[in-house]
């Protein structure tokens, strides 16, 4: 698909083809997904030259092909291609990460990692039982390394097989192409790190291996079943470094998170979802609160109790009736807050704080924008609550209105956000239309 894509693309451009066979006879496509085109060239000029030239002209017929705006991206250096099988990271995001109080501090700590890397969480070592999610995060901090750095050399392997691999170099006299491969990449993905434990010289080969990365300022990460300290073949040099970072442990899910869990996997709207907003869908599922999953409940009670058939009907009478019962299911600007927040993985104090930046900024015109809209406060209000002017609130209500009525993705964003906020029909509706029964 991917080098289909580029090869429709140069048809279309209006360039002679001995001129396009001259530029793009060695290019080759990187990736291709979330918007945005990965290609490589191995001849720094010729990058130059098609960035200059050619981006623009590409991006329009891309644009044109897909009906999406796309970003063409080119890199160039020492690159290997891409294997044509699916990329072991693939399936592992942190939008299908779903989020609880049993491992809210390591998703957030991976999140950091995968935006900042090789920062102030380095390593970052994730502990816990086996089966929570830890290998999950892992893939997710590749995932969007890849997409936002595609010429990062990542390499992800568990502590056994990191040990046998060693075995064979020393075997085969191939220890020094063994050290290349682990210490010239700029991601490290160590899983099961507690496996090199008391093998002599797996560690001391590690020892250096992590020196040598940790020293270029390249990222480690790594898992264990229990924090350093209490890996009792560790070496004490082993345990210090991997204490220079962050630990962030996994423990066991809660019962919500369990049973939104179970939800997900059982739904067929969880695998099919013909909604408008599909590529949200698993953000969604992952912040449902508990008060969505009560309004399920209520549905499937009063039919099952009642005898009524499941329409959208029944659900929104489910809706009427559970915020009779308990008026705090309805949304808050508190809840408006901490949805835009969980959506944009941003901490919900962010909101409130003088940080200007885009990635902060936006998120908090947009809560503001909702609060307005879902709880019709006034923008004197509205202005307390983020400790800014009136003005300020009018300007971001206005800015975000009109994209709505412009971007389809805006519109995805706040009716995601309403989801995540508070039991509403739209939640239901999507259940009963997307065959309810088996939930």
């Excluded at 009642?306 to 009736?321: C, P």
């Amino acid at each position: 698909m991917a080098n289909n894509i580029l090869e429709m693309a140069l048809e279309q451009l209006d360039f002679p083809p001995s001129t396009i066979s001259a530029w793009f006879d060695d290019v080759t496509v990187v990736s291709f997904g979330d918007n945005r085109l990965v290609l490589h060239s191995p001849v720094p000029f010729k990058k130059e030259f098609i960035e200059s030239k050619f981006i623009a002209p590409l991006q329009e017929v891309l644009h044109n092909l897909t009906g999406d705006p796309i970003t063409v991206v080119v890199v160039t250096g020492e690159y290997t291609a891409p294997s044509t099988s699916t990329s072991p990271y693939d399936d592992y995001t942190f939008e299908r990460f779903i989020v609880g109080s049993s491992n809210k501090f390591a998703h957030a700590a991976a999140l950091a990692v995968s935006q900042r890397p090789a920062a102030e969480n380095n390593p970052l070592f994730i502990y816990g039982n086996s089966g929570l999610g830890k290998t999950h995060l892992m893939y997710a901090i590749a995932n969007v390394l890849r997409r936002t750095h595609p010429e990062y050399r990542i390499i992800y392997v568990k502590g056994e097989d990191f040990t046998n691999e060693l075995i064979t170099a020393i075997q085969e006299g191939n220890v020094q192409a063994f050290r290349n491969k682990y210490r010239m990449v700029d991601l490290l993905l160590l899983d099961d790190v507690q496996f090199i434990a008391g093998k002599e010289r797996t560690q001391e080969e590690f020892f250096h291996t992590f020196n040598a990365l940790y020293e270029a300022k390249k990222q480690i990460v790594l898992t264990s079943d229990r924090p350093p300290k209490e890996i009792n073949t560790l070496e004490d040099r082993m345990k210090t470094r991997f204490e220079w970072g962050l630990l962030a442990d996994i423990q066991p899910p809660d019962f919500e998170t369990e049973s939104l869990l179970s939800v997900i996997k059982r739904s067929k709207w969880a695998l099919n979802c013909p909604m408008t907003y599909p590529t949200t869908l698993q953000r969604i599922f992952r912040q449902i609160s508990a008060s969505s999953k009560a309004t399920v409940k209520k549905i499937k009670a009063m039919h099952e109790l009642m005898g009524e058939r499941i329409t959208v009907s029944l659900a929104e009478n489910a809706i009427d009736a559970l915020r009779t019962e308990n008026p705090g299911l309805n949304p808050t600007p508190e809840r408006i807050m901490e949805a835009v927040a969980n959506y944009f993985y941003i901490p919900v104090e962010q909101m409130i704080s003088q940080n200007r930046s885009k990635d902060v900024a936006y998120p908090r015109q947009m809560a503001m924008y909702m609060i307005r809209q879902e709880l019709e406060y006034s923008f004197p209000d509205i202005a307390k609550i983020f400790k800014r002017d009136h003005t300020t609130v009018m300007h971001a209500c206005n800015k975000i209105e009109e994209e709505r009525k412009n971007s389809r993705e805006t519109e995805d964003v706040i009716k995601s956000c309403i989801i995540i906020s508070a039991a509403t029909a739209d939640l239901c509706r999507a259940f009963v239309q997307n065959d309810f029964s088996t939930v």
